[in-house]
């Protein structure tokens, strides 16, 4: 038992300056602000994946036929929905993946012209979109449609993560040539005491990482082996 005091106490030793760390950080940010310097590290963020991204209007897509190069085409998608395509005319493709899209030409294609045609459909470049990145449970690429606030986006990434520190996401926003990154508190917006801003087609939204949870994630996983190297 006395073994055990002393690794704990080690324990929290070691997670007694990140703990402070993040409550001196918490009473000295505004739940708005532009910080040039702290919004480094959290815009270096994970990576998102686009295989789940639905096209919307105004992409550009790069369309590629195997073994048919006159069929490859680029093609931008129109507000309706729609891209136009040799041999089999027009193609609803708002709200499928790059994916669905390719086997949906492939189909058109292979029901009058071609026996086993093989589609690939990339997006060249995104006419509106937002990245959610960071802590939250499911990072990725939206299509902008209609009015998306900050918080409806954090939504549909599935929520803030274990570790997210609530109070500190931001939104970059390139304007001008200038990107601005402002960072805004989760809770306050909830709680109505601030607006939930409206979101812009390119903005990247990234949550920042909780040291509190970090330190209290930390001190969960060792003390298992804490409790281990007790009965040594």
Known sequence: ????????????????????????????????????????????SAPTSDADYRISARDILEISVFQVSDLNRTAQVADDGNIALPLIGVVQVKGKTAQEAGDLIAAKLKKSYLQ???????????????????????????ALEGNMTLTQAVVAAGGLGDLADSKRVHIARATGGHVT?????????????????????????????????VAFKNIKDMLPFAALAALI
Do not use: H, W
Not at 189 to 210: C, F, H, M, R
């Open 181 to 213: 990154d402002e960072v805004y508190n989760i809770n306050d917006i909830q709680s109505g005491k601030t607006p939930d801003p409206q979101l812009k087609g390119g903005d990247l939204i990234v949550a920042e990482q909780s040291g509190a949870q």
């Open 116 to 142: 086993s045609p093989q589609v690939s459909v990339f997006v060249k470049q995104y006419g509106q979109r937002v990245t959610v990145s960071g802590e939250v449970k499911n990072p990725k690429v939206l």
């Open 1 to 44: 038992m006395r073994r055990l005091a002393l690794i704990l106490r080690l324990i929290c030793a070691l997670a007694a300056p990140l703990m402070l760390a993040n409550c001196t950080s918490d009473t000295t940010s505004k739940p708005v602000a532009s910080e040039e310097s702290n919004s480094t590290s959290a815009l270096a």
